[in-house]
């Protein structure tokens, strides 16, 4: 029988996305009314952690942030107490801190710790638990690239946007009679570039796990002008490599593990081949961190909401390691090693996939 739970942690890790404060709010409000427990908010992840930043959260400091987009904890996706730099010039070596965590944590006198994030985070919350923690994830990411959950929260939000984003790049591409080539975030998988531009009915949309290359690209830009369609939108994801070639890296911050690297710049690079051979005037967008702003749809803010109740019902039952994922319509728990094993990819015989190209889209592979 689990013992009665009085104080749990909460804290968020890696990059922010729209339905964390709706996560913050389901967990704090059900343990505090429903357990009568107390709830402290850990400051920017692992950080407060190592550098003992908190504050209690009440009934009232969750209250009206269902529609707040980003955190109130604040987040920090380089903090991985693990491999933790004190100096973040990136002049010294990495140092395991990870005994701090669990020194702090017991002087917290905490029965259980939330950790709200993706791959990165909830890998670093799998060590912990490992090393005694009573740890409860909740999947978040825009990338929707974690195994074992149908859809993590955040990433439906972000789908809307760029769908929204590629509606107004229409008008702009068909009044110039250019080809627009749009950037979209998604790390090293391709869901957010193909839910988006299938919503939003993009020409040619590339993707990590479908190579291209340039001939087919070209050939259904120029198909296009010559059935009167004298514009193109071509919507790619950052993780895309060029044919023959590697990913694009924006920067890298620190040493060289995946983490580190910040993709980008697959758009230019599209927009300028694409130009060269076609002659076809052409513009890219990289949209950037506007994908992760903002207030949450309503299918992540009921997302969020059932994630966070869940989570809060494991802590009750004493089911740690674990965090609630979505299967079908209903919330499974789930084990976080299995959740982080690896990156989940889109599926090549994805339906999705089938429906675009019977429809016309190009994903540049024929
Ligand atoms: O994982 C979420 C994400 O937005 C990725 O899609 C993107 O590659 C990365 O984070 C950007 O990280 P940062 O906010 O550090 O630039």
Same mark, same amino acid.
């Given at each position: 029988?689990?013992?009665?739970?009085?104080?749990?942690?909460?804290?968020?890790?890696?990059?922010?996305?729209?339905?964390?404060?709706?996560?913050?709010?389901?967990?704090?409000?059900?343990?505090?009314?429903?357990?009568?427990?107390?709830?402290?908010?850990?400051?920017?992840?692992?950080?407060?952690? #190592?550098?003992?930043?908190? @504050?209690?959260?009440?009934y009232?400091?969750?209250?009206?942030?269902?529609?707040?987009?980003?955190?109130?904890?604040?987040?920090?996706?380089?903090?991985?107490?693990?491999?933790?730099?004190? +100096?973040?010039?990136?002049?010294?070596?990495?140092?395991?801190?990870?005994?701090?965590?669990?020194?702090?944590?017991? @002087?917290?006198?905490?029965?259980?710790?939330?950790?709200?994030?993706?791959?990165?985070?909830?890998?670093?919350?799998?060590?912990?638990?490992?090393?005694?923690?009573?740890?409860?994830?909740?999947?978040?990411?825009? +990338?929707? +690239?974690?195994?074992?959950?149908?859809?993590?929260?955040?990433?439906?939000?972000a789908?809307? #946007?760029?769908?929204e984003?590629?509606?107004? %790049?229409?008008?702009?591409?068909?009044?110039?009679?250019?080809?627009?080539?749009?950037?979209?975030?998604?790390?090293y998988?391709?869901?957010?570039?193909?839910?988006?531009?299938?919503?939003?009915?993009?020409?040619? %949309?590339?993707?990590?796990?479908?190579?291209?290359?340039?001939?087919?690209?070209?050939?259904?830009?120029?198909?296009?002008?010559?059935?009167?369609?004298?514009?193109? #939108? !071509? !919507?790619?994801?950052?993780?895309?490599?060029?044919?023959?070639?590697?990913?694009?890296?924006?920067?890298?911050?620190?040493?060289?593990?995946?983490?580190?690297?910040?993709?980008?710049?697959?758009?230019? !690079?599209?927009?300028?081949?694409?130009?060269?051979?076609?002659? !076809?005037?052409?513009?890219?967008?990289?949209?950037?961190?506007?994908?992760?702003?903002?207030?949450?749809?309503?299918?992540?803010?009921?997302?969020?909401? @059932?994630?966070?109740?869940?989570?809060?019902e494991?802590?009750?039952?004493?089911?740690?390691?674990?965090?609630?994922?979505?299967?079908?319509?209903? #919330?499974?728990?789930v084990?976080?090693?299995?959740?982080? @094993?690896?990156?989940?990819?889109?599926?090549?015989?994805?339906?999705?996939?089938?429906?675009?190209?019977?429809?016309?889209?190009?994903?540049?592979?024929d």
């Open positions: 029988m689990p013992k009665r739970i009085k104080r749990i942690g909460i804290l968020t890790g890696g990059g922010d996305c729209p339905g964390i404060n709706a996560v913050i709010r389901s967990v704090t409000k059900t343990v505090i009314e429903k357990y009568g427990a107390k709830v402290l908010g850990i400051k920017d992840g692992f950080l407060g952690l #190592i550098k003992e930043r908190w @504050r209690e959260l009440s009232e400091d969750v209250s009206s942030i269902l529609t707040l987009g980003g955190t109130i904890l604040g987040t920090s996706n380089r903090d991985d107490p693990f491999h933790w730099l004190p +100096d973040k010039e990136h002049k010294s070596e990495p140092i395991d801190v990870s005994d701090t965590v669990i020194e702090n944590y017991k @002087r917290l006198k905490l029965d259980a710790l939330v950790c709200i994030g993706g791959d990165g985070t909830l890998s670093i919350a799998n060590k912990l638990h490992k090393k005694g923690l009573n740890i409860v994830g909740v999947p978040k990411t825009i +990338d929707n +690239d974690l195994c074992e959950t149908d859809y993590t929260f955040g990433f439906n939000t789908v809307n #946007i760029v769908m984003a590629i509606d107004r %790049i229409h008008t702009t591409a068909s009044s110039h009679h250019r080809v627009m080539v749009v950037e979209t975030m998604g790390r998988a391709g869901w957010l570039a193909l839910e988006a531009g299938v919503a939003g009915g993009g020409d040619i %949309i590339l993707i990590p796990e479908i190579p291209f290359n340039w001939d087919s690209v070209c050939r259904k830009v120029k198909e296009r002008n010559r059935r009167g369609k004298r514009f193109s #939108i !071509v !919507v790619v994801a950052e993780g895309t490599k060029p044919p023959g070639g590697e990913l694009v890296i924006k920067r890298i911050i620190g040493d060289k593990r995946p983490e580190n690297i910040r993709l980008g710049g697959i758009g230019s !690079v599209v927009a300028e081949e694409i130009e060269n051979r076609t002659g !076809v005037e052409t513009r890219y967008i990289v949209l950037g961190h506007l994908q992760r702003g903002g207030s949450p749809t309503a299918f992540d803010r009921l997302l969020a909401t @059932r994630f966070g109740y869940v989570a809060a494991m802590i009750a039952e004493g089911r740690f390691g674990y965090m609630p994922a979505l299967r079908g319509n209903k #919330i499974k728990p084990l976080i090693s299995r959740a982080v @094993r690896k990156i989940r990819r889109v599926p090549k015989n994805y339906l999705l996939i089938e429906a675009a190209r019977s429809i016309g889209t190009s994903f540049g592979d």
